[in-house]
């Protein structure tokens, strides 16, 4: 069936008797005409084309043109010689059938514009836009999109029982029924079951979360859907950020399957609107590099591998002020010293030095001995660890003779001349930071705008408590 709504006209295909057409005048309103007389004709398909212009393709497998008074303006060959069947596609196009493929094919030029393969397509359905087509198959949805006269496959839904209808929304997400279900499939390639069915029905038209249809007797039903889902799902896709908020606000969406969604599709930001459980709230945060949140969380747990994990997102942004703070709460004394190495925390260095002797980490005081150029205390490490050898080198080769010579009497006669230092030997010293108190921005982390303050002052009321559900 195909409507021309200008014209107020009407075909009506079928396949009885190797095809026929009628084409219908509707009368206008306040206007009866039971006896309204079709102007009948013979071919495979037919659909409209323009204004007054409707095409044919006739049991030679030819395209015809013709006007309203069902008058042949034009005859044309198909793209393929194989096309068994056509469909709108705007003015002026027209989708054609042939074995596995739908061709677009532009009735202006005589010639194919772009091509998809789909097989055994019985329906096609478009966006308002005309931009997003469905090819509706017995067992399959495919989803396309229109870009400059080409076609481009978007995503394709399967099903085990037989698609019976479908229809867009008025936001481009495609509903189609089965025997039992309705659901939905987004351009993206995400579906879902919208509701059960009693008993099959044949969709027409989608408005907002009211479902027009017939059922099988031929009577007009509406239905009333939640279409919360999956127009969230579309408004996040479409990165239409307030309509995001406005649903989280004013839902109930919750649980461990949308949030599981949202970091699969790369959006931990917006699951982080959904949760109050704090341990899932942190991995959130961890994932969109949100360092407030995961900081506020991991004070919250207080679980020693949290710490860890917050240590190693700060140091990647360079935010070595958490950093240090994570290190101290997990006492990684080793990665606190090398922190305030690099930052040039001097005092910091000399307390985890004192903290070292006190802890009886021998290598813990030798490493800050060394990172503070303080040789002397490597020295006494050194003949404190009973190797005086050593402890000979280190104290000569730096210049410390007094030392040397306290030391020299420890040592073995055949190695005082192995301890003899280099010419060119100097003073190993770090090379001192520029840059100390500040946070090195060694990661620009932008925040998105769900970090933002609308989406702050929408938080308290949005967030849905789903401790229950994954804790």
Known sequence: MSYNEAERALIICSDADGGSYDLYEIPKEGRTNDSAESKRGIGIAACFVARNRFAVLDKSKQILVKNLNNEVTKKLAPPHPTTDLIFYAGTGMLLCRSEDKMTLFDLQQKRAMGELTCQNVKYVLWAADMKHVAFISKHSVILARREAQKLEHLCTTHETIR????????????????????????????????????????????????????????????????????????????????????????????????????????????????????????????????????????????DKDCWHKLGVEALRQGNHQIVEFSYQKTKDFERLSFLYLITGNMDKLHKMLKIAEMRGDVMGRFHNALYLGEVEERVRILREMHQPALALLAAQTHGLSSVADEIRPGVAEDQQGACEPLPSAKLLFPPTPITREHNWPLLRVSKGYFDGPAAAADADEGVADVEGDIG
């Open 163 to 302: 698609v019976k209808s479908a229809a867009f929304d008025e936001s481009g997400v495609l509903l189609y029924s089965t025997l039992n279900h309705l659901k939905y499939c987004l351009p993206t390639g995400d579906s879902g079951i919208i509701r059960t069915l009693q008993a099959p029905v044949y969709l027409c038209k989608v408005i907002a979360n009211k479902v027009h249809c017939l059922d099988r007797e031929g009577n007009v039903k509406v239905l009333s859907v939640d279409n919360t889902e999956y127009t969230f799902k579309m408004a996040l896709t479409e990165r239409k950020h307030d309509e995001v908020l406005r649903i989280i606000k004013r839902s109930k969406l919750c649980g461990q399957s949308i949030i599981g969604y949202l970091q699969k599709k790369g959006f931990p930001e917006v699951a982080l609107h959904f949760v109050k459980d704090e341990k899932t709230r942190f991995n959130l945060a961890i994932e969109c590099g949100n360092i407030e949140v995961a900081l506020a969380s991991a004070n919250n747990l207080d």
